[in-house]
């Protein structure tokens, strides 16, 4: 998607949201009431004293971080616009929350953009590529930031039409050439993805490790590493019986590359 277009998304996103939020503040006995705003995060913690925001089980209608040092854990994200949880930060931590059947924009679940970024034990579910290029996790540098030590842990991405972790640096795809996106751990998720031709996307992003996933659906391939998303490490991961081969590379990516011999082409 151009970037101007991604920029107009996400700030109509917000205006709604914000809109959301206030109508409620303003008519609690309305009928807007009965719907769940979109929780919007914009005041973080220290390092040491992270922000905590625990939903205990209750649902809202997306999330939206732009902050720093930040815990959002324990949400219901049901029939959010898309994406369902959007984060934008450094120290941030996304945890045990449910994303179900996001709708509009590119129809996916997360997006992440910043530093020392963790989202573990997260289940996704419904991704439609009805409204788009919808992925269980996205990630791009145009007008956001790069992303920097990025641990995906224990994540269910479920009955998902494109892919389960779509990740371009500013040098890749629509990028804008500032900064970098670099060591990302992709570890013990489950991915089924129904429409892609692989599972996990990366383009210019450095030193990948990609252990102990499981792929459930017969993509072409599992993995993807291109343009220059060098230093890469795959190992421990299952494949569906019917996936062609586990891992795709082009030549700008191969070095330092460790892992299964690449099958074909990302």
Do not use: W
Not at 139 to 158: M, Y
Not at 174 to 201: P, V, W
Not at 224 to 236: F, P, Q
């Amino acid at each position: 998607m151009p970037t101007s277009s991604r920029r107009a998304l996400r700030t109509a996103a917000l205006l709604a949201a914000a809109a959301a939020m206030a109508a409620t503040a303003l008519y609690p006995s309305s009928a807007s009431a009965a719907a769940h705003p979109r929780l919007i995060v914009t005041h973080g913690g220290t390092t040491a004293h992270p922000a905590v925001y625990d939903g205990h089980g209750r649902t809202v209608a997306g999330i939206t971080v732009e902050a720093h040092h930040v815990i959002v854990e324990n949400y219901r994200v049901t029939r959010p616009e898309a994406p369902g949880i959007e984060i934008t930060g450094d120290d941030i931590t996304v945890r045990n929350n449910t994303v179900s059947r996001p709708h509009g924009g590119d129809g996916d679940g997360m997006r992440f953009f910043g530093d020392d970024l963790k989202i573990q034990h997260n289940t996704v579910r419904g991704a439609s590529n009805r409204y788009g290029h919808a992925d269980c996790m996205q990630t791009f540098a145009s007008d956001t930031p790069p992303s920097r030590h990025v641990l995906i842990e224990g994540n269910r991405c479920e009955h998902i039409d494109n892919m389960c972790v779509m990740a371009e640096g500013s040098n890749g795809g629509e990028g804008d050439g500032r900064g970098h996106s670099f060591d990302f751990t992709i570890r013990d998720n489950y991915c089924e993805t129904l429409k892609a031709s692989q599972a996990l996307m990366f383009e210019d992003v450095q030193h990948v490790t990609v252990v102990g996933n499981t792929f459930a659906a017969p993509t072409d391939h599992a993995i993807g590493l291109a343009i220059h998303s060098t230093n890469a490490h795959v190992c421990g991961n299952r494949t569906n019986p019917r996936v062609r081969y586990e891992v795709g590379v082009d030549a700008s990516s191969r070095p330092g590359y460790r892992g299964p011999k690449p099958g074909g082409p990302p």
